[in-house]
């Protein structure tokens, strides 16, 4: 009996003797970076099973572009192990499938931003954990996402309203008809990006006057079916509107543009100022 007190007594202290959850989840594991966290995991098995534990408490997930080597295998471990997130940044992560991305949504339901763009290998199936279970979803970007289809924009019109900032920009296979039925439910856009959509047309634009009356950015770059008549009625339905990106929209002119300068910001810039360019460039060549 002395022997074994002698024995505990001699025994020098371990980190993870300490109290996980009064001592070493709060105060250690939230100053730890995801870099550091794998690093601890491999360390030993008391290690990883503290690890794994932290990450049930990770509310940010932020890939995006990191198409590093096994970074797949990394991100398997999040979703079987990451149950309170708020926010996933995937944005440009070649290596995302579906069968990763049903597996971190299964055990997150209160996601409230989810940044997609330009994810090519998903598919719809990839969306309907979000758009069924995901109630507080208050940002999703989906641009470039070519997989994306009319059936999934009907579905989250049907499950989602407090959708506060959305992009589809370069989506081609939405059309006119279902972003029409989406806008009159998305009352409480905020941002909003439809650049180089061939399906946004100045019908599309008044619906979003109509219903989407605290929209305050739009970016309609490249929207070729638009004119001043849609211009003109987003500007007008919409007060709170801050900025509005019209390049590359060549049924859009000055005659609607010119009274809006200084209300709001416009990337293009005014006529006047093309031609005092050029006759700048003229001068230097000369």
Same mark, same amino acid.
């Given at each position: 009996?002395?022997?074994?007190?002698?024995?505990?007594?001699?025994?020098?202290?371990?980190?993870?003797?300490?109290?996980?959850?009064?001592?070493?989840?709060?105060?250690?594991?939230?100053?730890?970076?995801?870099?550091?966290?794998?690093?601890?995991?491999?360390?030993?098995?008391?290690?990883?099973?503290?690890?794994?534990?932290?990450?049930?408490?990770?509310?940010?997930?932020?890939?995006?572009?990191?198409?590093?080597?096994?970074?797949?295998?990394?991100?398997?471990?999040?979703?079987?192990?990451?149950?309170?997130?708020?926010?996933?940044?995937?944005?440009?992560?070649?290596?995302?499938?579906?069968?990763?991305?049903?597996?971190?949504?299964?055990?997150?339901?209160?996601?409230?931003?989810?940044?997609?763009?330009?994810?090519?290998?998903?598919?719809?199936?990839?969306?309907?954990?979000?758009?069924?279970?995901?109630?507080?979803?208050?940002?999703?970007?989906?641009?470039?996402?070519?997989?994306?289809?009319?059936?999934?924009?009907?579905?989250?019109?049907? @499950?989602?309203?407090?959708?506060?900032?959305?992009?589809?920009?370069?989506?081609?296979?939405?059309?006119?008809?279902?972003?029409?039925?989406?806008?009159?439910?998305?009352?409480?856009?905020?941002?909003?990006?439809?650049?180089?959509? #061939?399906?946004?047309?100045?019908?599309?634009?008044? #619906?979003?006057?109509?219903?989407?009356?605290?929209?305050?950015?739009?970016?309609?770059?490249?929207?070729?079916?638009?004119?001043?008549?849609?211009? #003109?009625?987003?500007?007008?339905?919409?007060?709170?509107?801050?900025?509005?990106?019209?390049? @590359?929209?060549?049924?859009?002119?000055?005659?609607?543009?010119?009274?809006?300068?200084?209300?709001? @910001?416009?990337?293009?810039?005014?006529?006047?100022?093309?031609?005092?360019?050029?006759?700048?460039?003229?001068?230097?060549?000369?």
């Amino acid at each position: 009996m002395s022997s074994e007190r002698s024995t505990c007594k001699s025994r020098s202290p371990k980190l993870f003797d300490l109290s996980w959850e009064d001592i070493l989840l709060p105060n250690l594991a939230i100053h730890l970076s995801l870099k550091d966290s794998f690093n601890l995991r491999c360390c030993s098995k008391a290690s990883k099973k503290f690890v794994e534990k932290s990450f049930r408490f990770i509310k940010v997930i932020n890939f995006s572009g990191n198409n590093s080597t096994n970074i797949n295998l990394a991100f398997a471990v999040l979703a079987q192990n990451c149950h309170k997130l708020e926010r996933l940044y995937l944005a440009r992560c070649e290596w995302l499938v579906d069968e990763l991305m049903l597996s971190i949504l299964s055990r997150n339901k209160r996601l409230k931003v989810v940044n997609l763009n330009e994810c090519v290998q998903l598919t719809p199936l990839s969306l309907q954990p979000i758009i069924i279970d995901c109630k507080e979803l208050q940002v999703l970007n989906l641009s470039k996402c070519d997989w994306l289809t009319t059936g999934t924009v009907d579905a989250l019109t049907l @499950h989602q309203n407090n959708i506060e900032e959305f992009d589809i920009s370069h989506c081609s296979t939405i059309g006119e008809r279902c972003l029409v039925i989406f806008f009159r439910k998305m009352n409480k856009l905020n941002i909003l990006s439809l650049a180089f959509s #061939q399906s946004v047309t100045n019908n599309v634009l008044i #619906q979003i006057a109509n219903y989407c009356k605290a929209l305050e950015h739009i970016n309609l770059s490249g929207c070729a079916a638009i004119s001043d008549h849609g211009v #003109q009625a987003i500007t007008a339905g919409c007060p709170n509107l801050k900025s509005l990106m019209v390049q @590359h929209c060549p049924g859009v002119t000055e005659r609607v543009l010119a009274p809006l300068r200084g209300r709001m @910001h416009i990337d293009r810039p005014t006529q006047s100022y093309n031609l005092l360019s050029f006759a700048q460039r003229l001068r230097v060549q000369v």
